[in-house]
Structures are given as structure tokens and as C-alpha cells.
């Protein structure tokens, strides 16, 4: 019972728990889901989908304050404060934890052009994959399979600055640019929208690098 009590209470208020990481990486599912499949009510990506140089990119990211760093960006801030509680050790155990879980996602529609998405997509293609799946050498992460919410507020991020602008970013600058080319709100919305209809299942998802 006690247990079950301090589980809620971490759900009422994660903002304040989110200061100390948990010996047990179970932590992360408490905002991230029981399957890693992302959470729409604290804006929590899915994290099931991504690779384990992606996790451990943005984890450093988040540690280094490269996101997270904004006054404004709450999310970031939140998920900033669990990273920068983790030692190296930490990191290396949620990646191992993370990784071994199946991907799924909760079915959704996004309305929006597909076809026009679809175009739009080709710029895409050449680091994140055809199929969106992802590219280790370009850093790029997969997209099929992440939420749409989290994608659009991803492509608003980048090119308001608020994710992408940091000194030594590379990585995240190299997405900042091109989300500066797509100054139409419906271009994002279409292009994710056409994400939104890429098989999960056909990317290429690399998990045992890191050990458990
Ligand atoms: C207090 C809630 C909370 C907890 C606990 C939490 N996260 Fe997060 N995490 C978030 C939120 C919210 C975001 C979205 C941040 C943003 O929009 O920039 C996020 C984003 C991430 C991202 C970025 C994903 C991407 O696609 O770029 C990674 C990686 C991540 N979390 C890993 C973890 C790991 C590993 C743990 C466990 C050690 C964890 N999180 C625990 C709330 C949390
Ligand atoms: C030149 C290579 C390149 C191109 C072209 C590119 N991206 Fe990226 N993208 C990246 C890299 C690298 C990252 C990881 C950046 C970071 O670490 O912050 C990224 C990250 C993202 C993210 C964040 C995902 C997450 O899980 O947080 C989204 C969304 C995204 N890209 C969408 C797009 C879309 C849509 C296009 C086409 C309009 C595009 N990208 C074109 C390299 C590219």
C-alpha cells in the first residue's frame, strides 16, 4: 500500500520527484508508460522506438543542458532535472532497461495532407531514413511510431530556438536549420501527418549495443 501510494504520489507531482533519479529504472516508465510507449497527458515521448545512441544523445543533451536549458519550455526542464540526477551509471542501466522493451504505440489520427507531407518528406528522407526509420550516422533518430503531438512540438521547438541553439549542439543544429525552412504551420502538420502513416514495425531499431 505504501508503495502504491508513493507511485501516486510521484504521478501527482513529477515535476518535484523528477529531482533524483531512482536507483530502479522503473522511475522512467512512471512518466514515459509501462511500455516506454509515451504518455499524451505529461507530453512523455515514446521512448520503445528509440535506439540506444539516440537515448544516450539526448540524455547527454538533457545533462548538458543543450535542452532543457529554456525558460520556457517546461517539458524539457522536467525531463532535464531527471537527467542531470543521473551519474554515468544510472544512464547506462535506464538505456539497458529502456531498450528491452517490444515497440507500440496508441493508434491515432492526425488530420492533415498527406500527399503534400509526403513531398515534403523527401528533404527528410536523406537523414532520417525513407522510411523514417532512422540513421545512427547522421544521428538522426527513427520517427515512424513517435507521437505526432511530440513531433510537431519537436519541429516548433527547433525552429523557434528553443531546441538546436545551444554551443556544441552539432546535432541539434543541423535540425534547427531545416526546421527554419518550413515557416508554414500546415507544412509541419502535413509532414507529420504523413509520419503519422509510416509502419512502425518497418524500422530498423538497433538494441543491443549497451549492455543491461
Ligand atoms: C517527470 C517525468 C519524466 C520522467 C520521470 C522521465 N522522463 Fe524522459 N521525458 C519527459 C518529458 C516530458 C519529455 C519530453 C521533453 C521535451 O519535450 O523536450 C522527456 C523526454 C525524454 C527523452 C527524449 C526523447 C526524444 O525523442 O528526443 C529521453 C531520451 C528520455 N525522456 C528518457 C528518459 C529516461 C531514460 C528516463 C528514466 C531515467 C526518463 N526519461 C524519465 C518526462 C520524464
Ligand atoms: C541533415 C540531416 C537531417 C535532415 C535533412 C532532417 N533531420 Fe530531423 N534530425 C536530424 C538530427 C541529427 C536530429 C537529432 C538532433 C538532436 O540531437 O537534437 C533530428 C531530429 C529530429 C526530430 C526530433 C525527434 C525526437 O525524437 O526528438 C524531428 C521531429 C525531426 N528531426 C524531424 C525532421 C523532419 C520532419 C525533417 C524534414 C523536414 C528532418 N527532420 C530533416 C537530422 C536531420
Redesign the pocket.
Known sequence: MKYLLFWFGVLCS??V??ET?HAD?Q??L???GSNAQGNEA????N?AI?PDW??SS??QA?QSGW??HQTT?A??K??MA?AKS?SAE?VKR??GF?TGFQVSKTPETLTGDETHGKTLYQTCAACHGAAAEGNQAMGA?PLAG?YSW?LL??LQ?YRSGQ?GAAENDSRGAMMKQIAATLQQDQDLNDLVAYINTLDIQKTNNPKTDIKK
Open positions: 513529477s515535476s520527484y523528477a533519479f529504472a522511475y522512467c512512471v512518466c514515459h505529461i507530453s512523455a515521448p521512448l528509440l539516440y537515448l539526448q540524455i538533457f535542452r532543457g519550455d517539458y524539457s522536467e525531463m531527471v543521473m544510472d535506464a538505456i529502456i533518430p513517435q511530440y512540438r519537436q521547438a531546441r
